[in-house]
């Protein structure tokens, strides 16, 4: 452990359901341990600007059941600098504070890797994120109440779809990741999904066009996972009134309702054991790892790996769905 006195914890990123729970998880493991611990407030930025508080055990109490973050989070592009992380680093001298828990997705925790390696400071990541698309662990915090989220609404916009025979296309949030839009299409018993790990296949519409609507259904659903690189649902829609007029087509994008929300009681169990893990691993003498969940037990993942690998998506799923879709 060495010289570690006092550890800074901070959200960074898009927020995910179940941060607070890992807040809570760090502060408490923490103080229960021995060391201080300092809240910083909107991600990197707040490292940079010195936005930072001391906190004891009652600073968590009451925030398991909350989405979103207490110490809220922000996207820095001036921590992307040398500069500005020079000046993050000197918040923390004058802080005192000696070691990082960094809760975020794939930029935060490249930006975690960055800022330990060039300061030399003790950095342990937990992954944050509804998307699920950290290399080397098997969920992150926030996805599985996203997807519970996803399926509520799936379930209600089947209503509407079965009384008017509609086409529906449901955009999950993802970002580069079928994880969401896959695996919520199984649960909320979807026709479709499609997703960005496919595009490269077969035109993925057309297949499921002539595969699905040569059932007796009437109804369909198909989850889209949001992408940049192609429009999202919107385009598909807009490719069935051309090419496919005698369907009745709607479309239904969530957005940001995936991301609220009380954390599930999974995300509450995950974030509180990867948050007494951090605490271990700094203990340890561990840096630039990511805690990491994988068969169930605890795993110390490089940063290195966590962030530049592409997580596979496992494509048995894409066969449970196609099958069950029938
Ligand atoms: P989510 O997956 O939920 O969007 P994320 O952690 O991937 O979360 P990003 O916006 O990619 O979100 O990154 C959050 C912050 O991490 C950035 O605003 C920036 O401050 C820091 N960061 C990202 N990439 C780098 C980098 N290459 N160098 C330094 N800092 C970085």
Redesign the pocket.
């Known amino acids: 452990m060495g010289t570690i006195k006092c550890i800074g914890i901070l959200t ?5 359901p179940g941060m607070n729970a890992a807040i809570r998880a760090v502060t408490r493991s923490a103080i229960y341990n021995g060391f201080r611990v300092k809240g910083i407030y909107r ?3 707040g490292l940079i600007t010195g936005e930072i508080k001391e906190f004891q055990t009652q600073n968590v109490s009451n925030i398991i059941q909350q989405g979103g973050t207490i110490l809220k989070t ?8 040398p500069e ?2 020079k000046k993050a680093f000197e918040t923390m001298q004058k802080e005192g504070i000696d070691a990082l828990v960094v809760i ?9 890797r ?2 330990g390696e060039e300061f030399n400071i003790p950095c342990v990541g937990l992954p ?4 699920n ?1 950290l290399f080397g662990t098997d969920t992150t915090i ?1 996805y599985d109440t996203a997807m519970n989220t996803i399926i509520e609404c799936v379930d209600k916009i089947r209503d509407t779809a079965t009384s008017h025979d509609r086409l529906f296309f449901v955009e999950v949030m993802g ?1 580069d990741a079928g994880f969401l839009a896959l695996n919520s299409a199984i649960a909320s018993g979807a026709e479709a999904a499609i997703i960005p790990e496919d595009r490269t296949d077969a035109d993925q519409l057309e297949e499921f066009i002539n595969r699905g609507f040569r059932k007796t259904k009437k109804s369909s659903i198909v989850i889209v996972a949001e992408s940049p690189k192609d429009g999202g649902a919107m385009h598909y829609a807009e490719r069935v009134k051309n090419e496919y007029p005698q369907y009745d087509v709607r479309v239904t994008i969530l957005g940001h309702i995936q991301r609220g929300g009380r954390p599930s009681a999974h995300d509450r169990i995950l974030a509180s054991r990867l948050g007494c893990a951090a605490i271990e691993a700094l203990m340890e003498g561990q840096r630039n790892v990511m805690i990491g969940i994988q068969n169930d037990k605890i795993v110390y993942v490089p940063f290195t790996k966590a962030v530049k690998n592409d997580k596979p998506i496992d494509r048995s799923l894409i066969r449970v769905l196609d099958e069950l879709s029938i």
Not at 74 to 81: I, N
Not at 128 to 131: E, F
């Open positions: 960074s990123g898009g927020d995910a991600g990197y930025e922000a996207r820095s592009k001036e921590f992307e600098t500005g992380r975020g997705g794939d930029g935060s925790l490249t930006g975690a960055i800022f944050g994120t509804i998307d698309d926030g970002r």
